[in-house]
């Protein structure tokens, strides 16, 4: 059999892999040392207790003959979806046909390039979520992948395709960068991909972590994005449910795509079409968790949640602001997006911060070629751990004074 050499075309290792063999390696060599890992965005608090009680109900359910259920529906159960649209989406003209439950936004991320044709070019930030870029590369449109700068001198919003492109991938609350994106800027993408025909892939798995009033929750929520947007929402950093794997993805009835001789056609119809064929659909007991999130209980018990990793990351930019480093994000996002000192390479600054604080964070460069010397912390971890995290950078070892000295 032949391969599909596509994949030849990607880098070696997946990013978060080439840190998790890294920091085996020293821990390998270094059995006396306590890492703390602020690098992958894995959460750390147990699931609340309103999902929790919801499992147990569903699972007694499913060992009776009438509350038993096999191959629920691919789309996902109406309560689920139901309860998505009256919650996420009140007022923004959002139906429950539109909502797709699934089992990860990063499995939505990569398995959306199903639809798309191989000859549209696409739009992909930078710095980014690998999985957009590599996805697509596996899909064979290497070649057709436009890089938009991210900047800091942008406040890391992206600029507009400069040439015409089909597909446009977005993140807001941005991973990495965890910065958001006002109204008055999403709008100008919006308003881009109207007027080219274009469809905005908008990844918005952090709304829930955003606290300032002109950062959108949803891009529904832009004029005109009901006609070229597909949104995508997870419950993993929102409720915990990085184990459990459960969540949605958005495809209005109105946004189209168009054949090679000009048909148009409705990607909700072909999404449907591919889901059908290819998923099985999430668990019945997974999703009453899902649904559970949504009771007043629950919203509450995850906000008190959220609101716990905002507070890390707050402890996190403060120290490292408080020490002279340039710290952007934290205030909408659980992701710190910190300048190296010194112009440092982001590898080199991850080798530093594991030998000299025993922390684990992410390199920038890993994102795309605009990372280059920033690094990504997470607030994911326990309040200790991240208060540990940054005595250790600040306090031990003369790391900061060190690393700072011709910042």
Request: proline residues 4%; aromatic residues 12%.
């Amino acid at each position: 059999m032949n391969i599909n050499e596509n994949f030849l075309k990607l880098e070696d290792s997946y990013l978060f892999s080439t840190i998790a063999k890294k920091v085996a390696k020293y821990q390998q060599e270094n059995p006396d040392r306590k890492i703390i890992k602020l690098g992958i965005g894995d959460v750390t608090r147990p699931i609340v207790q309103k999902v929790i009680e919801a499992m147990h109900k569903a699972v007694n359910e499913m060992g009776t003959s009438e509350g038993f259920r096999g191959y629920g529906p691919e789309q996902g159960y109406e309560f689920l979806r139901n309860t998505i649209v009256k919650n996420d989406y009140k007022n923004l003209d959002i139906e429950a046909d539109e909502i797709f439950v699934s089992d990860g936004a990063k499995c939505d991320c990569g398995n959306i390039v199903d639809i798309i044709g191989n000859d549209n070019k696409i739009a992909i930030t930078d710095p980014v979520y690998p999985v957009y870029v590599d996805t697509n590369i596996m899909a064979g449109r290497k070649e057709n992948i436009v890089y938009l700068p991210v900047l800091e001198e942008n406040n890391f919003v992206p600029v507009l395709p400069k040439e015409r492109v089909d597909i446009i991938y977005l993140c807001f609350p941005n991973n990495p960068t965890g910065v958001g994106i006002p109204k008055e800027e999403l709008k100008k993408f919006v308003d881009y991909a109207k007027e080219n025909k274009a469809i905005i892939l908008y990844d918005a798995a952090y709304e829930a972590f955003i606290t300032e009033e002109n950062i959108p929750h949803s891009i529904y929520e832009i004029e005109g994005a009901k006609d070229v947007a597909i949104e995508f929402r997870s419950f993993s950093k929102t409720a915990g449910f990085t184990g459990l794997r459960c969540a949605y993805i958005v495809v209005p009835k109105n946004v189209f795509g168009y054949t090679k001789q000009g048909e148009k056609v409705s990607l909700n119809k072909l999404w449907n079409r591919r889901t059908t064929t290819k998923f099985n659909g999430v668990s019945y007991i997974i999703q009453k968790a899902a649904e559970a999130i949504y009771s007043e209980e629950g919203k509450e018990q995850v906000k008190n949640n959220i609101n716990y990793y905002l507070e890390n990351a707050k402890i996190i930019k403060d120290g490292l602001t408080k020490a002279g480093f340039t710290v952007f994000g934290g205030v909408n996002s659980p992701y710190i997006w910190l300048k190296t000192p010194n112009n440092m390479k982001s590898w080199d600054f991850f080798d530093l911060l594991l030998e000299k604080a025993n922390v684990v964070g992410t390199p920038g460069i890993g994102f795309g070629s605009c990372g280059e010397h920033y690094f990504r912390l997470t607030a994911f971890g326990t309040k200790e751990n991240s208060i540990e995290a940054i005595d250790r950078m600040l306090l031990d070892n003369g790391l900061s004074s060190n690393m700072l000295s011709k910042h």
